[in-house]
């Protein structure tokens, strides 16, 4: 049973580009979060989907986006990469929006 | 403003003792508590909850205490091993929301 797969794994990214983080779920849960985690601050909320087809901002969203085309992907986007956005990024889903959060082993983004 | 609190970075704890890991919420509308366990390079993993409605659960070693007046709670960990040597974030959400509000983390570290 794979769970949530996020991927790539770790990237290096140039300020200005463009990225795409994909995450993945073999669950079938109807929620996904996207979170950050930085050294301090602990886990924050970028975005989340409740079900298909909906999405809500989360604590931190300036400068990502997000979609829910169906139940299994949730990518995140970076259209702009900034320095601020280096951190680790995971990836969650839950069988409904009030249960417990299963966390993908994250994606490691660097930009320069 | 942090509306969840883990005011310690980490704790130190010798093994077959007890560790005590403490978070403090402000938001008195939160109702659901739980905490997740992180070991590095790997996504958080679920560890135990508590409803509002209790003031205790207990899942083997592991025992959450809610003191709902103080808006404080506590994980105990007995006995510890140096297994449970890991970052402990705790959590909280609100009935009918799907989003949860992390704390900082504590890193445990349990020493043979």
């Known amino acids: 049973i794979a769970g949530i797969t996020q991927a790539p794994t770790s990237q290096i990214l140039a300020a200005g580009r463009r990225m795409t983080l994909r995450c993945t779920q073999d669950m079938r849960h109807n929620a996904m979060y996207w979170y950050r985690q930085d050294l301090g601050l602990g886990l924050r909320l970028i975005h989340y989907?409740?079900?298909?087809?909906?999405?809500g901002k989360g604590e931190v969203p300036d400068g990502y986006s997000v979609s829910r085309a169906n139940t299994d992907d949730f990518p995140l986007t970076l259209a702009s990469a900034v320095p601020s956005q280096t951190s680790v990024y995971f990836c969650?889903?839950?069988?409904?929006?009030?249960?417990?959060?299963?966390f993908g082993e994250g994606s490691r983004l660097t930009v320069l | 403003d942090q509306q969840v609190k883990q005011n310690s970075p980490s704790l130190s704890v010798q093994e077959g003792r007890i560790s005590i890991l403490n978070c403090d919420y402000t938001n008195s509308m939160f109702d659901y508590f739980l905490w997740y366990k992180k070991y590095p390079a790997e996504g958080p993993t679920f560890l135990i909850s508590?409803?509002?409605?209790?003031d205790k659960n207990e899942d083997g070693r592991f025992t959450v205490f809610l003191n709902k007046s103080a808006k404080h709670l506590s994980l105990h960990i007995v006995p510890s091993q140096p297994g449970d040597s890991a970052v402990y974030f705790c959590?909280?959400?609100?009935?009918?929301?799907?989003?949860?509000?992390f704390g900082k983390g504590t890193m445990l570290l349990v020493s043979p």
């Open positions: 508590i409803s509002s409605i209790k």
């Open positions: 969650a889903s839950s069988e409904q929006p009030t249960g417990e959060l299963f």
């Open positions: 959590a909280s959400k609100r009935s009918g929301y799907s989003t949860l509000t």
């Open positions: 989907s409740n079900t298909a087809g909906t999405t």
